[in-house]
């Protein structure tokens, strides 16, 4: 029984890897291959499906798109959560509890139900159609996110830490950078992931806040499905290559991940 | 838990996350509660109705259909995915190279945008073309997702375990992480057994990340909309048209402001009081 343990994490991770083999692999298949007979693998191995993707600019501008969003609602929204968060975890102040459930309740808000009035003021605004009104919008859940998590993470650190820093004559913003924020880093690692990952995956809003300028590749990718007849081959490599940011992300903080999770159970 | 100071100018540490989540939460939250009190013909003109729309969403037969096939599917996901994702976290290696290798696998459908996820999985499981439901009519099954509601809600439902499993693990992996060898060796000298220590040790230790998870997975069930879309459409006919897609196809389908947004706020509630219930009802738990 006790020899058979590892059975449970690979049959899941072999259930995990099926979806995305068929992916990849029909991302190198020919239209004709895919609709035609039911193969394992691809029988005419071909890249025309990336290279449409790599020459066409209607493609690849998408993944600019929304990496460029993603990264600036990351930043964004680490670098306000951050003295936010340190002010739930130290600090007693009016409505403070009601304050934070208020965040909470915002990550609980249904993208579906803000999806119209999102369009409404971003067009009010003048942003609609720009990467920062999907990094803006993107805050709406990323924010209490990141204050949820970042506080888990600095209740867990002593406040003498900050009594000390204080006593040896360090400024608030002095110590909360130089002190502060390097003891809590693999914290901020988790956040980044969190925060990169549900930017990265969202799509209802950032499709709704753009039409042709800031389009996100994942809604590029909708609109061939729809248009262009059912080009499969294409829509498997373009999904194909939206899994590999992710990859990178992931293997950038594994080490942060399991570490990171323990430090933050509070 | 860490004794607190009052000061009243922690405020102007959390102010820009005020202003911004503010900006993108009251605003809009304010157009939603001002259609769902009016009614309109286009051309911007509006009508007061009062709470017409929200008597009309909460006796009509359509919102309680959407809201109970969300309540079923939300319940479904939660019992597979809850005790797998700790079943699986309990089995994993604790330590040695093969930690990172699972964390990175296991994290990866987390990370694939979700209309991504809607589309890999209507490739994955279409019989004529797909590796599922080639496998599945091949064991004998009549099996085509587009077409049999049964089939749909399987699909749906396997493709949120394979989505979802995977945040369970990860947090519940991080509880037991977090439990010194001592532990476990106080428990082999008191000779007990593996489930006496998965009881009195394990879970309680995972208690609070599997509130979070438990918290987490709840909420985004309860506003799936991208996968099932892309995926069934929400078919075959209604029978997985859950609450969002039913949200989005009333208000930007036909353009019923009034209904959808009295339909919109309703739908908050809900989720607010559910998950205001167990997060007090978890945390009363621990507690004790």
């Not at chain 1, 039911?38 to 501008?61: A, K, M, R, V």
Request: net charge neutral; with cysteine; glycine share 6%.
């Amino acid at each position: 029984m006790k020899n058979l343990k590892w059975l449970v994490p690979t049959l899941y991770i072999l259930f995990l890897m099926l979806p995305i083999y068929w992916l990849v692999s029909m991302s190198f298949k020919t239209t004709n291959e895919i609709l035609g007979a039911f193969s394992l693998w691809p029988q005419e191995f071909t890249l025309d499906n990336y290279i449409t993707i790599f020459t066409d600019p209607t493609w690849y501008n998408g993944y600019f798109n929304s990496l460029t969003y993603v990264a600036m609602n990351t930043l964004l929204s680490v670098s306000v959560a951050l003295p936010a968060a340190y002010a739930f975890s130290r600090y007693r102040f009016l409505g403070d509890k009601h304050l934070f459930f208020w965040l909470l309740t915002n990550r609980m808000a249904p993208p579906a139900v803000f999806a119209l009035p999102f369009f409404q003021l971003y067009s009010a605004v003048g942003l609609f159609d720009t990467t920062l009104a999907v990094a803006l919008a993107h805050c709406l859940f990323n924010i209490p996110l990141a204050v949820w998590i970042l506080e888990g993470f600095m209740s867990g650190i002593p406040k003498e830490l900050d009594e000390t820093a204080y006593v040896d004559g360090y400024s608030f913003w002095r110590f909360f950078i130089r002190i502060f924020i390097p003891t809590i880093a693999a914290g901020i690692g988790v956040v980044m992931f969190f925060t990169f990952m549900f930017s990265w995956v969202e799509l209802l809003l950032a499709k709704t806040l753009t039409s042709v300028a800031a389009k996100p590749i994942a809604a590029t990718m909708t609109r061939t499905a729809s248009t262009a007849g059912y080009e499969l081959g294409l829509l498997a490599a373009a999904g194909t290559l939206t899994i590999i940011p992710g990859a990178f992300v992931i293997w950038f903080v594994r080490h942060h991940i399991a570490k990171g999770f323990a430090l933050g159970r509070v | 838990m860490i004794d607190k100071t009052t000061n009243q100018r922690a405020w102007f540490l959390v102010l820009p996350v005020v202003v911004l989540v503010a900006f993108n939460a009251l605003i809009p939250l304010m157009t939603v509660v001002n259609y769902s009190v009016q009614e309109t013909f286009g051309n911007n003109v509006f009508f007061f109705e009062g709470v017409r729309w929200f008597e009309q969403i909460l006796h009509s037969e359509r919102f309680h259909a959407s809201l109970l096939r969300q309540l079923t599917f939300t319940g479904i996901i939660l019992l597979i995915e809850v005790p797998l994702g700790v079943a699986i976290a309990l089995t994993m290696p604790k330590k040695g190279p093969w930690v990172s290798v699972c964390l990175v696998l296991m994290a990866l459908p987390l990370l694939i945008p979700w209309n991504v996820v809607g589309a890999m999985w209507n490739i994955f499981a279409l019989p004529d073309i797909g590796l599922l439901g080639q496998m599945i009519n091949g064991m004998g099954f009549d099996y085509n997702f587009t077409q049999q509601p049964l089939a749909a809600w399987f699909t749906t439902i396997l493709m949120d375990v394979w989505h979802w499993t995977s945040l369970v693990v990860l947090l519940a992996y991080a509880g037991l992480s977090s439990i010194p060898d001592a532990y476990y060796q106080a428990a082999r000298i008191d000779g007990a057994s593996a489930w006496s220590v998965f009881r009195y040790i394990q879970l309680p230790k995972m208690k609070r990340v599997l509130t979070i998870a438990i918290l987490l997975r709840f909420m985004d069930s309860f506003m799936i909309y991208t996968e099932p879309f892309v995926l069934t459409g929400g078919g075959p006919g209604n029978t997985t048209t859950f609450l969002s897609i039913d949200l989005v196809k009333i208000a930007l389908g036909q353009f019923d402001l009034g209904p959808a947004a009295a339909m919109s706020l309703i739908y908050f509630l809900i989720i607010l009081v559910l998950s205001w219930i167990f997060y007090t009802l978890m945390m009363r738990n621990e507690e004790q």
